[in-house]
């Protein structure tokens, strides 16, 4: 059990349960999983390109990516069906804690300009996506072996959740959002 998954156990959830005035366990909102996608457009010239980024993806997550086909064919960008057109991988338990408790304490200080997460990219079920432009803010990422830098989507699915309880799950983990101007 990682640090940050103890801190949900521990004191999050006995927070949650308190401010949202949840009476039973099992109607706390819980990470379910986190799901990493990067598009690869060079993919379609050059072959090669789709491997280093799966591997890249590898790396940052500690899993083997699924590589994504194009579900139809789009003559003007001369996409065919089933097509390599980017590159996947979802993290569950352990993998998912690890992943959020390194976004947080390595990757996001290390972002630029970073004034914190945006409030606005929650759904209404509560899951939070957001984009990282460079995958060599990972400290995973060997930077002499990168050809371009590339960014990647990463998407914090949340169960039993909401936008106002996912916010208020992340915050209390550590994830630091934007400050509302008044």
């Known amino acids: 059990m990682n640090k940050i998954s103890k801190k949900y156990k521990d004191?999050?959830?006995?927070?949650?349960?308190?401010?949202?005035?949840?009476?039973?366990?099992?109607?706390?909102?819980?990470?379910?999983?986190?799901?990493?996608?990067?598009?690869?457009?060079?993919?379609?010239?050059?072959?090669?390109?789709?491997?280093?980024?799966?591997?890249?993806?590898?790396?940052?997550?500690?899993?083997?990516?699924?590589?994504?086909?194009?579900?139809?064919?789009?003559s003007t960008f001369k996409l065919k069906e089933k097509d390599p057109i980017?590159?996947?991988?979802?993290l569950r338990g352990e993998r998912s804690w690890d992943f959020l408790e390194n976004f947080i304490s390595l990757v996001?200080?290390?972002?630029?300009?970073?004034?914190?997460?945006?409030?606005?990219k929650f759904d209404e079920k509560g899951n939070y996506s957001f984009g990282v432009a460079e995958q060599i803010l990972f400290p995973q990422i060997d930077y002499s072996k990168i050809d371009k830098t590339r960014g990647l989507v990463v998407t914090i699915v949340i169960k039993k959740s909401d936008k106002q309880k996912s916010k208020r799950l992340l915050e209390l983990l550590g994830l630091p959002f934007r400050k509302e101007n008044i």
Not at 23 to 31: C, G, K, R, S, W
Not at 36 to 64: P, T, W
């Open 86 to 90: 980017g590159v996947m991988v979802t």
């Open 108 to 120: 996001a200080p290390r972002m630029r300009d970073f004034r914190g997460m945006s409030n606005e």
């Open 11 to 74: 004191e999050v959830s006995p927070k949650l349960k308190e401010e949202f005035k949840l009476e039973n366990d099992l109607a706390l909102p819980y990470l379910e999983k986190i799901v990493l996608n990067a598009s690869v457009v060079d993919g379609l010239s050059d072959k090669g390109v789709i491997e280093k980024v799966k591997s890249q993806l590898g790396q940052i997550s500690g899993q083997m990516p699924k590589i994504t086909l194009a579900k139809k064919s789009i």
